[in-house]
């Protein structure tokens, strides 16, 4: 009896094809999906009909090796084939440079979003007619302009060729500001059915002018979706001010996504903490014509309205924000002034704006703590909030808005904050601890002092010493506080100056800190029990050439093996700056420093890594070196290894000890690319020696 019922039990295979389909549509991990499709016939079939997004990362001359399965593709990605960024990449696969793309189109035959690196016009010209319904398409471009007379020849092809075309994506191609608006006016049908314009790009030397801008919107009257970089500094021809303003309103009324940038904003360097946060002029934006420029734009969900130059007395301007954009969900601000007036307990200014999401405040001068509280208070429904630049906020004030948002709020950055160290920046987070799930702050280990690499303090004696004084005695307590005495807001000590209490949410991990500074107090600072820590990214930022050299031998990766799930990495150096050749007498080159930062990393058991070689901007050389090179390969549990920047090919071969990695690439994704290779650098043969090594290897799993 019980055999027989073992033998009708049902199992995952019987559910309906409909079912499984809908289950497969929901696993977006690659790995996964290659796993399901191992089971039975059933299964690869199931997930070769839902697989809809696929990166191709082989080599282009291998037409061959092109997979045929995935005829349900609808998104393809090929700026990742080899080589990398190479203007020959269709002509590479025979002599016939129409071949690839044609293999390419009976593969995928439902494409209609593209992602390719289009060095030069002629690719789109031998790609897009394969596919005459495509409606997205993103180009990537890190190396610099063809020298073409003729403005906007690059991406004139989309509008050729694609007459479906709805969203285009330049946010990583270089481009001049003058190439848009006279494709678009050259092509109005086209640009009239448009309905997402990303011209978000971080190369450009100068951002969109007013008059431009203008003929942008103007042309593009469908945009639900508008993001640009723009020239507010006064002292420019052309800045933005509030006419421009009230333009993009008139002529896109149906803008859902609006990013305004000012270029100089727009980079990823680290503000001056000490700068008390107003800049030498104000841009020309009044609080009149913000409110006009709101009042057009009532379906706008995601504002992001960076500027570096200031925009003063905004609060009245952003309490028109709440009622004229009811939508509103993401709000980024950035130079403005006056937010919240916080008068008594009266809520004002972006505290009004009650159903936002996502905050995010930027070098706000008179930010205070009481400002804080009242957007705690206000902004109910925050499960992002980010503040970067903000001078006179302090850890009282961010606790208490941890204590008001803790049913909410899951992803935190704090950034440049003159009075939150790293150590005040965790500590303002206790109420939030075991719920957020993304956090950012800087490395800056203010009052810590190390012994022989040691750290010997206790986090618990200064909160606890100076709770009174922040938070008041028992009897003159804070309303706000989330604990329910006094004696609570002190983190129980497990002896050694650590919290005892645990990040057990806490997935992904972002520091800054600077060049020269050690990472090995991070533990201790507070974050020594984070059990579900999956993904890490490390800023090192700096000039190399007029530091001291570290204390240390080694920059301090090996603490990271306190937590367990660690498998994906992002070490950046690319704003670390030395000399990449002969250094002066007392100065270390870049070859030492990259040993002192990834002195350790061979002690993590990582999956993934993602790393930017420290530079040399008088030579634009971001490279890595010998000791980068044998340091890297003691990684034996990586998989995949993304180098941004150029190798030698001997350097490069150390990389095949990693018993298990299957994915590498070097990739040249910043600007200026460099143009030709060195003698000395990684060329075209010199990656396909490396690539044939590597595909060679037999691999376990």
Not at 200 to 211: H, I, P, Q, R, V
Not at 267 to 286: H, N
Not at 515 to 527: Q, S, Y
Request: charged share 20%.
């Amino acid at each position: 009896m019980a055999s027989s019922s073992m033998a009708m039990a049902a199992t995952m295979n019987d559910l309906p094809d409909v079912i499984l389909s809908i289950i497969f549509s929901a696993v977006s991990d690659t790995r996964t999906r290659n796993s399901l499709s191992l089971v039975n016939r059933k299964f690869l079939a199931l997930e070769r009909s839902t697989r809809t997004s696929l990166t191709l990362r082989g080599k282009a001359r291998d037409i061959y090796m092109i997979p045929t399965c995935f005829r349900s593709v609808t998104h393809l990605d090929l700026s990742l084939l080899s080589p990398w960024g190479r203007s020959d990449l269709l002509s590479t696969a025979s002599s016939d440079p129409f071949l690839l793309a044609y293999r390419l189109r009976l593969a995928f035959p439902l494409v209609t979003s593209l992602t390719v690196y289009a060095r030069s016009p002629s690719t789109l010209h031998i790609l897009l007619p394969q596919w005459p319904n495509l409606s997205h398409v993103k180009l990537i471009r890190w190396h610099q302009r063809s020298s073409s007379p003729h403005l906007g020849n690059d991406v004139a092809p989309l509008f050729e060729h694609c007459q479906a075309l709805r969203s285009i994506d330049l946010s990583s191609f270089y481009y001049w500001t003058e190439d848009i608006p006279p494709v678009l006016q050259a092509f109005p049908a086209v640009s009239k059915a448009l309905t997402c314009l990303d011209l978000l790009t971080f190369s450009l030397t100068d951002g969109f002018k007013s008059e431009e801008i203008q003929a942008i919107t103007a042309a593009c009257p469908s945009l639900t979706r508008l993001l640009l970089v723009c020239i507010f500094d006064p002292s420019y021809f052309g800045c933005v001010g509030d006419e421009t303003l009230l333009a993009i309103a008139a002529n896109c009324p149906r803008l859902r996504v609006l990013h305004l940038v000012d270029m100089a904003s727009l980079g990823s360097t680290r503000g001056d903490p000490e700068d008390d946060g107003y800049t030498r002029e104000d841009a020309r934006i009044t609080k009149v014509g913000l409110v006009d420029f709101f009042t057009g734009l009532p379906l706008l969900q995601e504002l992001v309205l960076d500027f570096y130059h200031n925009v003063r007395d905004s609060a009245l301007a952003l309490e028109a924000l709440h009622s004229k954009c009811p939508e509103l969900k993401l709000l980024k601000l950035g130079q403005f002034h006056g937010i919240c007036m916080a008068i008594e307990s009266q809520l004002d200014g972006v505290a009004l704006c009650s159903g936002l999401v996502s905050l995010t405040i930027k070098n706000s001068a008179d930010l205070t703590n009481m400002g804080l509280i009242e957007i705690g208070r206000g902004c109910c429904n925050l499960a992002r909030f980010e503040v970067e630049g903000c001078k006179k906020i302090t850890m009282k004030g961010m606790r208490t808005l941890a204590s008001l948002l803790h049913k909410t709020l899951i992803e935190v950055k704090i950034s440049c904050c003159k009075n939150l160290d790293a150590v005040a920046s965790l500590r303002s987070l206790e109420p939030i601890q075991g719920r957020i799930e993304r956090l950012h702050f800087d490395c800056v280990w203010k009052g810590l002092e190390e012994d022989g690499g040691i750290l010997c303090f206790d986090l618990n004696e200064g909160l606890c010493q100076s709770g009174e004084h922040e938070y008041g005695s028992k009897r003159k307590k804070s309303k706000y506080s989330s604990d329910p005495d006094s004696s609570s807001s002190c983190m129980q000590s497990n002896g050694n100056g650590m919290f005892s209490k645990s990040w057990d949410r806490l997935k992904y991990l972002s520091l800054w800190i600077g060049a020269g500074v050690l990472l090995t107090p991070l533990p201790t600072a507070g974050l020594y029990d984070c059990p579900n820590l999956e993904e890490i990214r490390i800023k090192v930022e700096g000039d190399c050439r007029t530091g001291h050299k570290p204390s240390k031998s080694e920059f301090g990766l090996s603490c990271l093996v306190y937590y367990p799930r660690l498998s994906k990495m992002q070490l950046d150096c690319s704003d670390t700056i030395g000399f990449a050749l002969t250094a002066p007498s007392g100065q270390m080159d870049l070859s030492l420093w990259e040993r002192f930062f990834l002195n350790g990393i061979g002690n993590l058991s990582l999956y993934e890594l993602d790393y930017w070689p420290p530079q040399d901007r008088d030579v634009n050389q971001r490279s890595l070196s010998l000791p980068g090179a044998g340091l890297l390969a003691e990684c034996l549990a990586m998989r995949k290894l993304f180098i941004h920047g150029t190798a030698h090919e001997h350097f490069i071969m150390f990389l095949l000890r990693i018993p298990n990695l299957r994915d590498v690439q070097l990739r040249e994704d910043y600007y200026p690319a460099p143009e030709n290779d060195t003698c000395t650098e990684m060329r075209v043969g010199s990656c396909s020696r490396f690539e044939d090594a590597l595909n060679g290897r037999q691999i376990l799993d």
